[in-house]
């Protein structure tokens, strides 16, 4: 999925995990630390609307049905149709930014980034974003390994979380700025640097609209697993600290700390790093263990629909929604 930069493979920080959990610390230069943010003598009173984790799944689903949406295919271009409608009834505006890109192989692909923008006039900006490909080849499986694979959870779990964000910032109106990127052909890579995330590369250097900033950036990817724990991933940590402090620390008031964990992971070359290189901080919340797997139905054939926990969207939806909606 991603090209793997470095990972952290002791068995004794897989012990710290445990009691990083129970007591809650910060990871910080190699020392852990307790933040007044994980410190509350009152109950925290959630800011911001309900996030429906049903809604967010039939997105979900909506995508899988489509069949594997790998770049220059059908199903990807009904797909990118059907992103681009839905959310024209949420967002203020969607640019549809298209351009064409050689793979690792020579192949040329229609790349298309999906850019939902909110309140467009607003200074003060979020960026979220996700990929909405699919890989093009099962290539961890045992069967069919040449064949594309559905992504519900790489891919599809990110977007629908997003779509259901949108949903519900149209119910719930804010005055701050939100965009909404969905990549393409991110997934298409062959574990060498560079060759994944090809939408975001692209749009790092060709901004939908120039001079573009935002405060900080949040990537979603691999969201939706049952019993799923991010952990603060190595790129993000030395490119948005801020950031991760917030989202965790917000996770962590919200008692979604079981799904974030305070402890560190190895860096993955995702969409986030690209959109750092653009001058906006952002983090990845990404499915990537402390001994650097990813789950264990990545890039096979299992990453279908039995993978998505409602449990999971609500605590990364809800999390999402209370950081944008306490953002100053």
């Known amino acids: 999925m991603k090209f793997i930069q470095s990972t952290i493979s002791n068995v004794l920080v897989v012990l710290c995990i445990v009691l990083i959990n129970a007591c809650g610390p910060e990871p910080k230069t190699g020392d852990q630390k307790q933040t007044e943010s994980t410190i509350k003598t009152e109950p925290y009173k959630q800011v911001s609307p309900n996030f429906n984790a049903d809604s967010a799944y039939y997105f979900v689903q909506k995508q899988v049905d489509f069949g594997p949406r790998v770049t220059n295919s059908d199903a990807h271009k009904k797909c990118g149709d059907w992103l681009v409608k839905e959310l024209k009834k949420y967002t203020s505006n ?22 939902a923008e909110i309140n467009p006039a607003a200074t003060n900006r979020i960026l979220l974003c996700a990929h909405w490909d699919s890989r093009d080849r099962a290539d961890k499986d045992v069967v069919d390994t040449d064949k594309p694979i559905l992504g519900a959870n790489d891919g599809a779990s990110g977007v629908g979380v997003l779509m259901e964000v949108a949903r519900i910032i149209k119910a719930f109106p804010i005055n701050t700025g939100i965009d909404i990127i969905l990549f393409d052909a991110e997934d298409l890579g062959n574990n060498q640097p560079n060759t994944y995330c090809l939408g975001s590369q692209y749009w790092s250097t060709n901004l939908h609209k120039p001079g573009y900033k935002a405060n900080f950036g949040i990537l979603l990817d691999m969201v939706g697993a049952s019993n799923v724990v991010f952990g603060w991933e190595q790129n993000s940590e030395q490119m948005a600290t801020p950031v991760l402090e917030k989202v965790w620390a917000t996770a962590q008031n919200l008692s979604y700390g079981n799904h ?13 790093v690209y959109v750092n290189r653009a001058g906006i901080p952002t983090i990845d919340i990404i499915d990537f263990s402390v001994d650097g797997r990813f789950p264990e139905h990545h890039h096979t054939h299992r990453d279908n629909m039995s993978v998505i926990n409602k449990n999971s969207l609500k605590a990364v939806g809800q999390t999402l929604l209370e950081v944008i909606y306490t953002a100053k």
């Open 260 to 272: 974030f964990a305070y402890v560190k992971v190895g860096g993955i070359d995702d969409d986030h």
């Open 94 to 115: 969607v640019i549809e930014q298209k351009t064409l890109i050689s793979n690792h192989d020579g192949k040329k692909l229609q790349v298309r980034n999906i850019i």
